[in-house]
């Protein structure tokens, strides 16, 4: 019996939407949204009769003395900042397995106990835990300011993380598990030689968002006044009063990191991207 192939064309987007989702046209809107900003900004400024100084900011950056180049101050910020972050980050990473695989296992106290630990963490303010671990934690288990900062980012985005362990262990089709047990693998073998390695492509997009997002909670932890990029920026401005400056320097710094580790990162998605 002959059977009547039929064809569905897939509907185009819109025109208007096409045009807008173009990236020559992405890029002219975000442009325009920053001069605005940065009108906006200069404008309030004139009003306020502000006395511009850019060309003091290089020098926070680099200088050149007698003795050679130096780093400057933003520069010395920027490095503790992103020791801040890696730091605080790989811990998160190890928090997160742990309470993700803990609240996977089949042991009721483990489990309850993760449910717990990410209860009270999500729920609670980070400038509130940040407190908690230096003046309370801090005097009772000696911490300085810099450890209690890395623990406090650490088990705030560990909370995080554990819920992209999880969701990415869960991806994993069960006849995974059920082929590494018929070939007599134990469940930490399985973990270690099937399912983790499977479920870095499912992992890798939201862990990326994590990261992104460490580097800029670090900067909370200027209200205890670790040497971070923040900091040094505060202390820039109580001594030269340059505020438009340099908030927009730091701003960019930021910007720039945060889109060079997300750059690097989609690199590695490619290499790991889900084939459909």
Same mark, same amino acid.
């Given at each position: 019996?002959?059977?009547?192939?039929?064809?569905?064309?897939?509907?185009?987007?819109?025109?208007?939407?096409?045009?807008?989702?173009?990236?020559?046209?992405?890029?002219?809107?975000?442009?325009?949204?920053?001069?605005?900003?940065?009108?906006?900004?200069?404008?309030?400024?004139?009003?306020?009769?502000?006395?511009?100084?850019?060309?003091?900011?290089?020098?926070?950056?680099?200088?050149?003395?007698?003795?050679?180049?130096?780093?400057?101050?933003?520069?010395?910020?920027? *490095?503790?900042?992103?020791?801040?972050?890696?730091?605080?980050?790989?811990?998160?990473?190890? $928090?997160?397995?742990?309470?993700?695989?803990?609240?996977?296992?089949?042991?009721?106290?483990?489990?309850?106990?993760?449910?717990?630990?990410?209860? $009270?963490?999500?729920?609670?303010?980070?400038?509130?835990?940040? &407190?908690?671990?230096? &003046?309370?934690?801090?005097?009772?288990?000696?911490?300085?300011?810099?450890?209690?900062?890395?623990?406090?980012?650490?088990?705030?985005?560990?909370?995080?993380?554990?819920?992209?362990?999880?969701?990415? $262990?869960?991806?994993?089709?069960?006849?995974?598990?059920?082929?590494?047990?018929?070939?007599?693998?134990?469940?930490?073998?399985? &973990?270690?030689?099937?399912?983790?390695?499977?479920?870095?492509?499912?992992?890798?997009?939201?862990?990326?968002?994590?990261?992104? #997002?460490?580097?800029?909670?670090?900067?909370?932890?200027?209200?205890?006044?670790?040497?971070?990029?923040?900091?040094?920026?505060? #202390?820039?401005?109580?001594?030269?009063?340059?505020?438009?400056?340099?908030?927009?320097?730091?701003?960019?710094?930021?910007? *720039?990191?945060?889109?060079?580790?997300?750059?690097?990162?989609?690199?590695?998605?490619?290499?790991?991207?889900?084939?459909?």
């Amino acid at each position: 019996m002959n059977q009547t192939a039929y064809k569905y064309a897939i509907p185009k987007a819109p025109l208007w939407s096409r045009v807008f989702a173009s990236t020559p046209v992405s890029v002219l809107i975000y442009l325009f949204v920053v001069g605005v900003i940065v009108r906006a900004a200069y404008t309030g400024s004139q009003s306020m009769g502000y006395n511009w100084q850019w060309y003091r900011v290089p020098k926070y950056f680099y200088t050149f003395t007698d003795d050679g180049f130096q780093w400057g101050e933003i520069a010395i910020g920027l *490095v503790k900042t992103l020791e801040l972050s890696a730091l605080a980050f790989l811990l998160a990473v190890v $928090i997160g397995l742990v309470v993700a695989l803990l609240r996977l296992s089949e042991l009721l106290v483990g489990s309850a106990i993760a449910a717990v630990f990410l209860e $009270i963490v999500r729920n609670m303010p980070l400038l509130v835990l940040l &407190y908690l671990f230096y &003046y309370v934690l801090g005097p009772i288990f000696d911490l300085d300011r810099f450890t209690a900062s890395i623990i406090c980012l650490g088990v705030y985005h560990g909370a995080m993380i554990s819920e992209i362990f999880r969701a990415g $262990i869960n991806a994993i089709p069960a006849g995974q598990w059920e082929g590494a047990k018929s070939i007599g693998m134990t469940t930490s073998q399985s &973990y270690r030689y099937i399912v983790l390695p499977q479920s870095i492509r499912f992992m890798l997009p939201p862990l990326t968002g994590e990261a992104v #997002n460490m580097i800029k909670s670090s900067a909370i932890v200027s209200v205890i006044a670790v040497a971070e990029l923040t900091t040094i920026g505060r #202390n820039i401005i109580s001594d030269t009063y340059m505020s438009f400056e340099i908030w927009f320097t730091i701003a960019l710094v930021y910007l *720039v990191v945060t889109l060079i580790l997300s750059i690097g990162i989609s690199y590695v998605e490619r290499y790991y991207e889900v084939e459909k």
